[in-house]
């Protein structure tokens, strides 16, 4: 079993950044693709970006790119989401997941993770 634990939200303002980081602890030679979403109030859950540790693919959500990245230490069993020219839209509760290998035309399905962080509070004012 692996456990994910993010950090790194906050309150921000609209145009400033946060970095956010998920470590992941336990059976972690089971990481095989990590992603992130987020769930802003009265919303359903969406997908924001992943990567996939094998080869470094990448992925994002339209509205993310260009001001999201995603990146992975491995040594660390960590990944990182930084948040770039943040806007109010950003705002929500960001989790990061964890599966195994996914192939491209499914890895921005939340159903395909299979371990799941606490989630951590973003919030941009304008």
């Known amino acids: 079993q692996v456990q994910l634990v993010e950090s790194g939200g906050g309150l921000v303002q609209a145009g400033g950044s946060l970095r956010l980081s998920c470590a992941a602890s336990?059976?972690?030679?089971?990481?095989?693709?990590m992603g992130w979403f987020r769930q802003a109030p009265g919303k359903e859950r969406e997908f924001v970006a992943a990567i996939r540790w094998s080869d470094g693919y990448e992925t994002y959500t339209d509205p993310v790119k260009g001001r999201f990245t995603i990146s992975r230490d491995n040594a660390k069993n960590t990944v990182y989401l930084q948040l770039n020219s943040l806007k109010p839209d950003d705002t929500a509760i960001y989790y990061c997941?964890?599966?195994?290998?996914?192939?491209?035309?499914?890895?921005?399905?939340?159903?395909?993770?299979?371990?799941w962080g606490q989630g951590t509070q973003v919030t941009v004012s304008s």
């Open positions: 997941a964890l599966g195994p290998w996914i192939i491209t035309t499914t890895i921005r399905d939340a159903g395909q993770y299979s371990s």
């Open positions: 336990g059976r972690t030679f089971s990481i095989y693709t």
